[in-house]
C-alpha cells in the first residue's frame, strides 16, 4: 500500500468514530453540531500525556476517552432537556467555547532542547510517540481498524440488545417512550457520554497520527461533516455513518481530478440524497426489510 | 381508585388544569369530555406523571403519585395511551407490544411471552402483521396495538386520550367495542374523548371539563344529550 493509500484510509478510519459519535445523537433524536469537542478533548490530552509527560499510548488514550465521556456527561447533563434546534445551538456553542478555550492553552515544557506543548493557535507540535516507538503508518492504521472493530462490535451488540430498542424508542418519541415507564433523561445521556467517549477516542488516534494538531482542526465543520455521514449513510444501522464516510473521503479522494469541481459534484449528490432518502441509505426501514430477508433465507 | 384532588397544572404562565376533581371507581368507564383546550390531555399527562401539578393530590388506590415519576406511575399500574403518537413507526408490531412490557421485560420474559401470545389471540390482525413496521398499520390497527401494548404493562387502570381521533366512523365502532370488552374483563378505564356521542355509550360516569375545571359530573342521562354534545364541542360561554 502507497503511504497515500494508508493516509487516506487511515483518515477515514478516525473520521469514522466522530461519525459514530455524531450517528448515536441522531439515534437517539437529537442533532448534535458539538461531537468535534469531544475529538478535540480527546486529541489535546491524550497528546499532552504521552508527548509531555512520556505516558504509554494506550494510558494515555484511556485518559483521553475518560475526559471527552466526562465532558459529555456534564455539558449532556447541562443541554439534554432542551431539544430540537435548542440543542443543536447549545451543543455548538460548548464546542466553539472549548475550541476558543484551547486557542488561549499556552503550557510548554522543554524535552530534549525543544519546546512541547499546545502553544494556542499556533498549535501542538512534536506529538512523536510513533516515531519514538518506531510505528510505521501502516501499523498504525492496523491499530485503528481494529479498535474500530470493536467499537462497532460493541454497537451492533447493543443494536441487537434491549438496550438498543429502548434507545431506539427514546430517539423515535421521547415522550411515548417515557409513557411506557422508561427513564428518558437516563438513557439520552448514558448514550451521550458513550458518544462522547468514541469520539475521544477516534480524536486521541487522530492526534498521534497527525502529530500534530491545532484547536482549528476541531471547527464547527468537522461537526457538520460528521452529523452529514449519518444522514447519507442511514440511521438505521451502524453500518450507515461508515457509508457516509466511504462516500465522502472515498468519493472526493477519487476524483480528484476534477479538481474543484469534484464539490459540485460532491454538493449535488448529498442533496439529491437527502431529498429521496431522508434518512439516509440504510434508514431503519431498509435496515429492517434486509433483517427480515436475512432471517429467511 | 383512581382520585385527583383540586390539580393545578401550568404551562410556564398558561394555566391549563385549574383545581380539578375528579374519581375513576374500579372497574367502571369514567368519560372526560370537554373542547378543545380544556385541558384533557394536560389532566392525562399529570396523572401519568409526564407533566407536574403545581398544587393538588393524585391518589392511586390510597396511595399518593403526584411526585412520582413516569416510570414509577407505569409500575404503580397506570398505563397511558397518548393521543396521536399511538406506536413506535420504525419498530415492529411485535417490538411495539415489548416495549409496552418495559417495566417488568427484564425479570419476566416467559411472562412477557405468554401475554404477547394473548393479545395475538385477543387482536388477530397483529399476530397477521407481527413483523411489519407499525408505521405501516392503518389507522384502526395502530389504535389496537397501542392499547395492546399498553395492556402489556399489566395496568390496573387505562387512560385512553382521545382513541377515536382521526378514525373512520366504523372503525370507531370496533375500538369502542373493544373497549367495552377490555372493561368487561375487569378493567378500569379513563376515558378522554370529543366523540362524546361514542363516549356517552360507553360511559359508567362522565365528567364535562371546560377551562381547566370540571363543569358537571354524573352518569350518562342525567344531562341532556344535546347540552353535553354543545357543551363538549364548545363549551358553555
Known sequence: M????VSVVSNMGMIAFIALSAYILLVIGEISFGQQAYFGIGAYISGVLTAMWGWPLWLAMVLGCAVAGSAALIIGS??????????????????EMIRLGLLSVHVQVEIDGELVGPEGAEGFGDIRWIFENDVTPFEFMTVIYVLLVGVLTI??????????????MVGSDPLLAQAQGIDV????????????????????????????IEPNVFNVMLGVHSLAYGLIGGLGTAVG?????????GF?????????????AFGGLVAVLLIFMP??????????RIKRWLERS | MLTVGDVFTSYGMIKALNGVTLSASEGEITCLLGPNGAGKTTLMFTIAGILRAQAGSIKFDGQSIERLSAAKVVEAGIALVPENRLVFPTMSVEENLEAGAF?????????????????????????????????TLSGGEQQMLALARALMSRPRILLMDEPSVGLAPLIVEDIFQIIRDVNADGMTILLVEQNANMALSVADKFYLLEHGRVTFEGAPGELEQDEVIRRAYLGTE
Open chain 1, 2 to 5: 502507497s503511504d497515500y493509500v
Open chain 1, 78 to 95: 447541562l443541554t439534554l432537556r432542551l431539544s430540537g434546534i435548542y440543542f443543536a445551538i447549545a451543543t455548538l456553542s460548548f464546542a
Open chain 1, 155 to 168: 454497537l451492533f451488540w447493543v443494536e441487537r440488545s434491549r438496550l438498543g430498542t429502548v434507545i431506539r
Open chain 1, 185 to 212: 433523561v437516563f438513557y439520552r445521556l448514558l448514550a451521550t457520554v458513550f458518544a462522547g467517549i468514541i469520539a475521544g477516542l477516534g480524536g486521541s488516534l487522530y492526534a498521534h497520527f497527525a502529530t500534530y
Open chain 1, 241 to 249: 455513518p461508515l457509508i457516509g464516510v466511504g462516500l465522502d473521503i
Open chain 1, 252 to 264: 472526493l479522494e477519487g476524483v480528484r481530478v476534477f479538481q474543484g469541481y469534484r464539490m459540485i
Open chain 1, 279 to 288: 434518512r439516509g441509505i440504510l434508514d431503519e426501514e431498509r435496515v429492517h
Open chain 2, 103 to 135: 417495566i417488568r421485560v427484564a425479570k419476566d420474559r416467559a411472562g412477557v411471552d405468554d401475554d404477547i401470545e394473548r393479545m395475538y389471540m385477543r387482536f388477530p390482525v397483529l399476530k397477521e402483521r407481527r413483523e411489519q413496521m407499525a408505521g
